[in-house]
């Protein structure tokens, strides 16, 4: 278990450019999420998938952002057209189904800060 | 909707002494609730959660919190504090998502500082 691992940590990029995020998460959990933190704020739900399937996305996950998560395993999180409001940390996260929804316990990755000059 | 509130932004305490941070939940049916912790520049950190049963749990770091289902509050408590405390501390509620995901709404967060 490596747990959940973000890149790149840090993006640094000029406003209108597109960036995209990779997510790899714990091996055996089959549930990955999408939150974003801007500074002072706790995360953000924007997405979930189970498996393959992208299950719930929020009414943050504007049409310029989409994510995949092509083989149930890592996730990609692409923005087009940054605007300077896209900064932020972009956390992933995964869990393992068991039980009931309460049983779904996150693991969160370290995140990937983006800045958009 | 559910919502969560950390009336405090920051908190200063002395190594050694307690500690208790503030949390309380808006959610309309039995809340799933967390505290998760955040080092500067790191991912967030399970502390401890709640389900259901005995409303006082025990987490790692020595860290424990109390549901009190009448004041809609999830408090987290440390009998005494270490400097590798200072953090950003984080308290959640979750619900489901459909296909059975947990999603979590988090607090605006507490600013812990350990002072020596």
């Known amino acids: 278990d490596t747990g959940v691992s973000q890149n790149p940590r840090h993006k640094i990029t000029k406003r209108g450019q597109n960036v995209t995020f990779r997510c790899d998460p714990i091996?055996?959990?089959?549930?990955l999420y999408w939150y974003r933190q801007t500074l002072g704020q706790g995360p953000e739900f924007l997405t979930y998938?189970?498996?393959?399937?992208?299950?719930?996305k929020s009414r943050l996950l504007s049409d310029r952002f989409s994510a995949e998560r092509p083989k149930g395993s890592f996730s990609t999180l692409e923005i087009q057209r940054t605007e300077q409001g896209d900064s932020a940390m972009y956390l992933c996260?995964?869990?393992?189904?068991?039980?009931?929804?309460?049983?779904?316990?996150?693991?969160f990755g370290a995140g990937s800060r983006l800045t958009v000059l | 909707a559910q919502s969560v509130t950390q009336p405090d932004i920051h908190i200063t305490v002395s190594e050694g002494a307690s500690l208790e941070l503030r949390c309380n939940y808006s959610y309309g049916a039995t809340p799933y609730l967390f505290w998760y912790v955040q080092s500067p520049g790191q991912g967030l950190q399970l502390l401890l959660k709640?389900?259901?049963?005995?409303?006082l749990v025990q987490g790692i770091k020595g860290f424990e919190a109390e549901f009190k289902r009448s004041q809609s509050s999830f408090n987290l408590r440390k009998p005494s504090v270490h400097w590798s405390d200072a953090a950003e501390y984080f308290c959640?509620?979750?619900?489901?998502?459909?296909?059975?995901?947990?999603?979590?709404?988090f607090g605006t967060g507490t600013q812990l500082k350990v002072e020596l």
């Open positions: 998938f189970q498996n393959e399937a992208q299950l719930e």
């Open positions: 709640y389900f259901s049963g005995d409303t």
């Open positions: 959640a509620v979750g619900g489901g998502l459909t296909g059975g995901g947990n999603k979590l709404t």
């Open positions: 996260a995964s869990s393992l189904a068991s039980g009931g929804a309460g049983a779904n316990v996150l693991t």
């Open positions: 091996s055996e959990h089959n549930r």
